[in-house]
Nanobody, 120 residues
Framework: QVSLVESGGGLVQAGGSLRLSCAAS????MAWFRQAPGKEREFVAA????????DYGDSVKGRFTISRDNAKNTMYLQMNSLKPEDTAVYYC?????????????????WGQGTQVTVSS
């Protein structure tokens, strides 16, 4: 099982940017999910182990970019044009599967989460 450590969250004004990082103990398909208070967990973005496949949730397309550096076993989420509705705890998931371009999470492999707060 891959262990994960997220970092990079914080407080930012609407329209600003943040970059999240997720350091993994091994190479695997990886993804970001988020959960806001009182809401269900939401898929944000995913990337294959090679970086050749990416997938995004509809609410972040065109604003967020997922990438990875396999030399460092680290995944990134560049978040631009942030909105108050992006406020949530962001979690890293690893070792899921891709099927027809869609990422299916591994329920046993989560990081501890990092808080992102966007003020209006």
């Amino acid at each position: 099982q891959v262990s994960l450590v997220e970092s990079g969250g914080g407080l930012v004004q609407a329209g600003g940017s943040l970059r999240l990082s997720c350091a993994a103990s091994g190479r695997a398909h990886m993804a970001w999910f988020r959960q806001a208070p009182g809401k269900e967990r939401e898929f944000v973005a995913a990337i294959s182990w090679s970086g050749g496949i990416t997938d995004y949730g509809d609410s972040v397309k065109g604003r967020f970019t997922i990438s990875r550096d396999n030399a460092k076993n680290t995944m990134y989420l560049q978040m631009n044009s942030l909105k108050p509705e992006d406020t949530a705890v962001y979690y890293c998931n690893a070792d899921g599967t891709f099927f027809k371009g869609t990422y299916y999470l591994n329920s046993a492999s989560w990081g501890q989460g990092t808080q992102v707060t966007v003020s209006s």
